[in-house]
């Protein structure tokens, strides 16, 4: 069974870091797109990721978050992290992370929202991250 716990949310002033962890058990990275989602107060999840990584490691962000959080993970434990730095009010909501397998030519990219749709994905519970100015 595969599941997703993420950890690391908090309550934050403008400007301030937080760095985002996803434990991930019961699927190997390999052949898996990971991401980082968001949801704001009030709003649906946006389809696509704001932070993506391949099992290779190739990143890809939306441009809200670029220059500013970094997406990473360690394959021998598991583990998806996101480091946030010179955090906005704008980006309080739930984070959650996701694992999906890659079948056939499928590309990991964040913007891949077809690919975040597949019904074989995998998502967490989400984690709180509150920044106040």
């Known amino acids: 069974q595969v599941q997703l716990a993420e950890s690391g949310g908090d309550s934050v002033q403008v400007g301030g870091s937080l760095k985002l962890s996803c434990v991930v058990s019961g699927l190997p990275f390999g052949d898996t797109c990971l991401g980082w989602f968001r949801q704001f107060p009030g709003v649906e999840r946006e389809l696509g990721a704001i932070a993506g990584i391949s099992d290779i490691g190739t990143t890809s962000y939306a441009d809200s978050v670029k220059g500013r959080f970094t997406i990473s993970q360690d394959n021998a434990d598991n583990m998806l992290y996101l480091q946030m730095n010179s955090l906005k009010p704008e980006d309080t909501a739930t984070y959650y992370c996701?694992?999906?397998?890659?079948?056939?030519?499928?590309?990991?990219?964040?913007?891949?929202?077809?690919?975040?749709?597949?019904?074989?994905?995998?998502w967490g519970q989400g984690t709180q991250v509150n920044v106040s100015s």
């Open positions: 996701a694992v999906v397998p890659l079948v056939g030519a499928e590309y990991c990219h964040a913007s891949s929202t077809t690919l975040w749709l597949s019904p074989y994905g995998h």
